[in-house]
């Protein structure tokens, strides 16, 4: 699929409860299949139960999702480095914060991230402290 029917269809709105789906966009992107193939899982906020959902989802399909946390000492830079080092050809996410200061998602490849649903980037870690990358795998 064309890079450009990977963006956005929710904006992030919180206030008017509304999640941004940047995480949908990037699991549609990892499995090539369009975004409105995937649910947004976390549409009803970061504390509902959108993790369980998702690997329900995942399992279902005979995949789980890898995440693994890097420090936020670590830059976007080094992130990408260190995943590259090893897995030069593979696709994954990375979730950070966006230029807009809260989570986002990018699709990346080796080095360098190739989808960004929204172009707000990533540039700093997650509200948690973290970075984090998430690969698929089979269960």
Known sequence: MDLSTYKNSVEHDPENG???DCYRVCIAWLLRV????????AEDGPDSDWQDRE???????????????????NDVDGVLNTI?????????MLC????????HCVGCEGDAIVMDSTGSGVEGPTDDGFFWVEFLSPL
């Open 18 to 20: 509304l999640y941004g």
């Open 34 to 41: 369009p975004p409105s193939d995937v649910p947004h899982f």
């Open 55 to 73: 690997r329900k989802w995942l399992a279902d399909r005979g995949l789980s999702s890898v995440s693994i946390p890097f420090m936020a000492d």
């Open 84 to 92: 590259a080092c090893n897995n030069l050809n593979a696709r994954y």
């Open 96 to 103: 950070g914060a966006g230029k807009a200061g809260v989570n």
